[in-house]
């Protein structure tokens, strides 16, 4: 990675970091250690997604730290497109291309180009990760676009939201989970929670007795180890409690 910013805590202990990134990955390791550290990276070395890395904003009030990235890196189909002079966010929906807010259907040219209208072409770059070393007993706040979010060791709570991207938590007492087509896996739950996606699956390993809101349109929902409280539904997709 030849593009990064790195944060150290200025305070040691727990902290609830308050992540925000358009496409790339989110990647949360909770550990042994006094201070949080986090680092916002990209392999560019200049252009679209090392401006981004330059330019993004860290704001540490002691006992939460918040991180935005402004402009979407390469990656999971976030992109950033030039049209007319004005620069845009590029999305891919899994139903097509959004971008700016209207949606074009799905458009290739073959040579990893994009053109509407003869005026729009792809200049996005490689994907920015936002990757923290948190001390135990932190918690997670996350939105992405399609960025993934993934999480190593226990957090205390985990309020994660996405359109599009996997969210996959190691361990956490308090989830608050909300995808619209990604998939949701918490391999440790140890509290009570709620997990909701569109069209993406759940999975859910319970640590301990608790209880669960689960919500799919057309995923399946699988619940498994302890005893939970469960309250679930699904439109389509298949529900299995083991």
Same mark, same amino acid.
């Given at each position: 990675m030849t593009t990064t910013k790195t944060h150290t805590a200025e305070h040691p202990g727990p902290i609830t970091l308050d992540a925000r990134l358009a496409s790339g990955a989110i990647t949360v390791t909770v550990e042994d250690r006094t201070h949080a550290v986090i680092t916002i990276a990209t392999a560019d070395n200049d252009g679209t997604s090392a401006n981004a890395v330059n330019a993004a904003r860290? &704001?540490? +009030?002691?006992?939460k730290i918040?991180?935005?990235?402004?402009?979407?890196?390469?990656?999971?189909?976030?992109?950033?497109? #030039? +049209?007319?002079?004005? #620069? /845009? &966010?590029?999305? &891919?929906?899994?139903?097509?291309v959004m971008i700016a807010g209207n949606n074009y259907g799905v458009i290739s040219t073959g040579n990893g180009s994009v053109v509407i209208g003869g005026g729009a072409v792809v200049i996005g770059g490689s994907p920015i990760f936002?990757?923290?070393?948190? *001390?135990?007993?932190?918690? =997670? $706040?996350?939105?992405?676009t399609d960025a993934r979010v993934e999480t190593t060791g226990s957090l205390d709570r985990a309020q994660v939201r996405t359109m599009s991207g996997h969210i996959r938590i190691d361990?956490? %007492?308090? *989830?608050? $989970? !909300?995808?619209? @087509?990604? !998939?949701i896996d918490i391999r440790a739950l140890y509290g009570?929670?709620?997990?909701?996606t569109m069209s993406g699956r759940i999975t859910v390993v319970a640590a301990v007795e608790c209880a669960l809101r689960a /919500? +799919?349109? @057309?995923?399946?929902?699988?619940?498994?180890?302890? /005893?939970?409280? =469960?309250?679930?539904? %699904?439109?389509?997709?298949? =529900?299995?409690? /083991?």
């Open positions: 860290i &704001n540490d +009030s002691g006992t918040a991180v935005g990235v402004d402009t979407a890196g390469g990656g999971s189909g976030g992109v950033v497109i #030039q +049209s007319g002079g004005v #620069q /845009r &966010n590029m999305f &891919n929906t899994g139903g097509g936002i990757e923290a070393k948190l *001390p135990v007993g932190s918690s =997670l $706040l996350a939105e992405t361990a956490v %007492t308090t *989830p608050d $989970l !909300h995808t619209m @087509s990604g !998939h009570d929670g709620r997990a909701e /919500r +799919s349109m @057309s995923g399946d929902i699988e619940i498994s180890g302890a /005893r939970v409280d =469960l309250d679930a539904s %699904t439109m389509s997709g298949r =529900l299995r409690t /083991r």
